[in-house]
């Protein structure tokens, strides 16, 4: 049984993991797990991951691993080139600081927005196997968090070619994530410097962007 | 300029900074930042970091690096032993996998509870620079999470003598963060057994416990 990653192609989460892959040049067959008809909280994807999201990684031997960071070190550490954890101390530090702002300040506050909000996700406010009810003033803050989050980002962009500096890395998958998911909320507009810049422009052009 | 930790004693975040370096035995000297008395928000340190957060690490040109696991990856690469996070490419995503669900299932919603219910928290209910007010219903939801995470993290110490593994690494210091936190958050009863078992046992005795 080959390595196989389990995904959904809307969710930022996935797709994060599969732009990872696409860098590497690793050709690893994707299972998709529907989650719109909730194929993530039946059984059979339950016994792949308890906790009911995408990614999950499977490896040959039926293993699973499980948060992108952790698919991320997994495959850096067994397809070293292209480096995408950077190639030095600091460099791996600011990629694993920056993708780590972007997850807290950028995706997390995006998720609190849109699902407490969007009626789609009506009792479904955080993703997984728990139904949590929305909660309106979560969704107001995420989106003030958006924005001034966008506006760091934006600052960042203007001083580094890459998020984590000089080099294309995973905090630039994490950060295009994060941009794209915006249009899914509505709130691109908080974005527009970004969205008219040289790294969006880069982006959309790298051959991952579809992955 | 040696290298050096802007930390604050009681704040569970600089301590996994503090005892990753413990573990190091990386003697660097530490300077408190008083979160109690806001000097996380004057000018002088804002300056160090405009997130207004501890733990920051800088380094002997002045360059700095926030995020726990920026920081740890940093001093990993400088110190490879004894390794805090993993020694092949599975033990390594373990411990990452581990890292982000105590993050992220764990941390996130203690402080969500605590920080959302508690007065001292007033208007305070994200840390960071931007005052936020507290929504009490965000307060309930990571209660009901928090308990949730307690019982995962018990199967899962049931089952490995260590939280990415069998051996001690970076996801046994944020767990421990985190179970600590909970008492701060009078929370500790929902834990119960973890504290009574050898894991929690080994931890208390570990030289870094201190840190």
Redesign the interface.
């Known amino acids: 049984m080959p390595m196989k990653l389990y995904s959904y192609p809307a969710a930022p989460s996935a797709r994060r993991a599969r732009m990872f892959m696409a860098e590497k040049g690793v050709p690893v067959p994707i299972e998709n797990v529907d989650l719109r008809q909730g194929e993530h909280l039946a059984p059979k994807y339950l016994a792949i991951n308890p906790q009911g999201l995408v990614p999950t990684l499977q ?1 040959e031997d039926g ?1 699973t ?10 495959l850096e ?2 397809f070293p080139s292209p480096p995408l954890l950077g190639s ?3 460099q ?3 990629v ?2 920056w993708n ?2 972007i997850e807290l300040e950028g995706l ?1 506050p995006l998720a609190d927005y849109l699902r407490n909000s969007h009626p789609a996700f009506g009792h479904r406010a955080l993703p997984g196997v ?1 139904p ?2 929305q ?1 309106a ?2 969704a107001e ?1 995420g989106r ?2 958006v924005e ?1 989050f966008a506006k760091i980002l934006e600052v960042r962009l203007a001083e580094q070619p890459y998020l984590a500096g000089d080099d294309f890395s995973l905090a630039d998958i994490t950060g295009i994530a994060f941009i794209d998911m915006l249009s899914m909320a509505k709130l691109s507009a908080v974005a527009a410097p970004i969205l008219q810049g040289s790294w969006y422009h880069h982006m959309r052009n790298r051959a991952s962007y579809a992955a």
């Open positions: 490896l293993t691993i499980t948060e992108n960071i952790a698919i991320a070190v997994y550490a067994l030095n101390p600091l791996c530090a600011r694993m600081q780590a702002r997390i728990v949590y009810e909660i003033p979560l803050r003030d968090r001034r």
